[in-house]
């Protein structure tokens, strides 16, 4: 995940807590958790490197909670966000305190932790970073369902590996997951005949353009949102 483009334009969170529901602690992490608490289909929103405080991203967490999901978006970065703008930052050091290998194995208790409070079925979306710790949990029965928006370096392995309903949702202009490799991706998905794949190539954006869009856009806000509306919609079918 070299590319700058992902750790570009981090975003503002000078505004405090935003957002419908609250952080709360569940398998040793800290949540953002918003929705029905009756609900028994839940979905896990996985941040990308500017972690789970990312206004975008709650407000796109309360919109899959209207839809009668639970939605968690845990802190898998423990705070400790991505950040160029401060002089002491060593990004090789935090990537390799933030692994995506680490990632996924800390979202499986938090899974557990779910399904033991009475939820039968849990998807997963992640966007870059958190692309890639859902590719990984997508080779497991951790999840029923998984989201890939503009994810970070997946392997063939892990496509190959694949084990639950997979969409792909890929930028026309994105240097970390290029639209040549999700069509390939795509099609080793589609040979898959145990469950259904998904792939789209959305025209005119870039990486990150789902949770980094600039609200005051009308056109980058209406790109964003038509992809939020195909992860719903994928969620709504395979999460019930």
Aim: with cysteine; glycine share 10%.
């Amino acid at each position: 995940m070299s590319s700058p483009q992902c750790f570009e334009n981090p975003p503002n969170l000078s505004s405090g807590p935003n957002g419908a529901g609250t952080v709360q602690e569940l398998a040793g992490l800290r949540n953002y958790v918003t929705g029905p608490p009756h609900s028994k289909r839940a979905i896990l929103l996985i941040s990308d490197v500017f972690g789970f405080e990312a206004p975008n991203l709650r407000k796109l967490a309360d919109k899959v909670a209207a839809e009668g999901f639970l939605v968690v978006v845990p802190d898998l970065l423990y705070g400790d966000y991505f950040d160029l703008q401060n002089p002491q930052f060593d990004r090789d050091s935090w990537m390799k305190a933030h692994g995506m290998d680490k990632g996924c194995e800390d979202t499986k208790p938090l899974i557990a932790a779910l399904k033991s409070k009475g939820l039968t079925s849990i998807g997963a979306a992640g966007f870059c970073w958190g692309g890639v710790v859902v590719a990984k949990l997508a080779t497991s029965n951790h999840i029923q369902a998984g989201v890939l928006l503009h994810p970070g370096p997946i392997t063939v392995d892990e496509i190959n590996d694949v084990k639950v309903p997979l969409a792909i949702l890929g930028a026309e202009t994105d240097p970390i997951f290029s639209p040549e490799k999700l069509k390939q991706y795509g099609e080793i998905l589609s040979v898959k005949g145990e469950f259904e794949s998904f792939t789209k190539i959305y025209p005119g954006v870039s990486h990150g353009w789902t949770v980094k869009y600039n609200v005051e856009d009308e056109s980058a806000v209406k790109s964003a949102e038509e992809a939020h509306q195909d992860m719903l919609n994928w969620f709504t079918k395979h999460i019930k």
